[in-house]
């Protein structure tokens, strides 16, 4: 595939055309901590979006669906800190409460405005410290403040993640932007994420819906942590149109070039996430193909993603295949155990079920780097599926005995 874009050196959710955001510290954290964050378009944008799958949806989730559904929207605010999940009619009380005063100061409409939350759950809002923020952070909002934003958003992240990207599109420049948080409970089907994509382009609503849900799939929807999914999960892309392109939409001849750049945005921030996990040392590649089908091969990666055995392997840089093989056995796909062949990094470990003459000493060296692939293939089909994964530490243990 050829690459039509260029990325932005320190771009963010700013680089686009019209977008103004910023972050500052208002108290939720106990250490002065930035923990409020405002992302504004100058002007309508139409938003695509995506949110947790769990059951149990934060005040803020249930919120921004309905805002979302409503039709065009101007901004999001944003705090971490404090998840403002599982705190009941309290809860949703506080979100329209965030929503609606950070309408009323930047004089528009509260269904306009979408509200992120993220960090422990079961804890009601410190709401005067809310308040005083959101009337602290319409003020510091600018054009170049994107990677404030993202550092405002923090959890357990240990760096802030941004990037941005331009290409051509009608001969327009049009620029996509973005900003993501995430480090623990991460799982396909969204994670403790959240994800604020932007850009200047001018697109129609459905397409610009179609579109964030593809680009989640090949790119959030395809990374573990720790198998968990969270309450919080949310992806927003804002167009707000300003690069003055023709409108994309189905049949556009740009679109496919649009759809694969953001596509690669957020590919790059799934990356950064993983690669951010929480107490990692190894970061693998999981690629599983020849299965029956691709949800076979998607049932066999999140199965090796989720065992506590390999992925203790991988921190102990132990090229231990027969934990591989015992995943495959129950994740509930078609195998058989005779076909499979097993590879890191190409190099050969697994031939037909059985162990193959590659030294172990060459696989130890594969599996000591800080990233590398693993391939299965079971010799059954055509289905495929790819997953980045990081190892279990003890260090993730130590960070998640409390909060």
Request: charged share 20%; proline share 3%.
């Amino acid at each position: 595939m050829s690459i039509d874009w260029v990325w932005i050196k320190n771009g963010s959710v700013t680089s686009p055309m019209g977008f103004r955001a910023g972050g500052i510290p208002c108290g939720i954290k106990k250490t002065n901590a930035r923990d409020m964050a405002l992302l504004f378009s100058d002007c309508e944008a139409e938003v695509g979006a995506t949110f947790t799958t769990n059951l149990i949806k934060a005040a803020p989730v249930k919120l921004s669906m309905q805002h979302v559904r409503g039709g065009p929207v101007r901004g999001v605010i944003l705090n971490s800190g404090n998840a403002n999940a599982c705190t009941g009619l309290q809860g949703i009380t506080d979100a329209k409460e965030m929503a609606e005063l950070t309408a009323e100061l930047m004089g528009v409409k509260r269904r306009e405005i979408l509200v992120c939350s993220t960090g422990r759950i079961g804890v009601p809002l410190p709401m005067e410290a809310v308040r005083k923020g959101i009337r602290k952070v319409v003020k510091k909002i600018n054009h170049v403040s994107g990677p404030v934003a993202a550092k405002a958003i923090m959890t357990s992240d240990t760096v802030s993640k941004t990037c941005a990207l331009a290409l051509q599109l009608n001969g327009r420049r049009v620029v996509i932007g973005a900003m993501c948080k995430g480090a623990g409970m991460i799982h396909p089907n969204m994670a403790t994420m959240l994800a604020c994509i932007t850009t200047d382009a001018a697109i129609e609503r459905e397409t610009l819906q179609r579109l964030t849900y593809e680009a989640v799939e090949a790119s959030f929807n395809r990374i573990s942590v720790d198998g968990d999914t969270s309450t919080n999960d949310t992806v927003l892309v804002l167009a707000n149109g300003l690069a003055g392109n023709a409108p994309l939409a189905t049949g556009h001849r740009d679109l496919g070039k649009f759809q694969n750049a953001l596509k690669w945005v957020m590919q790059k921030l799934a990356r950064m996430i993983v690669e951010d996990g929480e107490g990692i040392s190894h970061v693998v590649e999981v690629i599983v193909q020849g299965a029956a089908s691709s949800a076979d091969a998607r049932r066999i990666s999140e199965a090796i993603s989720r065992s506590p055995l390999v992925k203790s392997s991988w921190c102990g840089g132990d090229p231990n295949w027969g934990r591989l093989m015992g995943a495959m056995g129950y994740s509930g796909a078609k195998v058989r155990e005779e076909l499979v062949d097993i590879y890191y990094n190409g190099l050969i470990a697994v031939k037909g079920g059985l162990v193959s003459p590659t030294p172990r000493s060459k696989l130890a060296k594969i599996v000591a780097k800080r990233s590398y692939t693993i391939t299965l293939d079971l010799h059954l089909g055509k289905g495929d599926y790819r997953l980045l994964v990081n190892d279990l530490t003890e260090k993730y243990v130590t960070l998640n005995k409390g909060e």
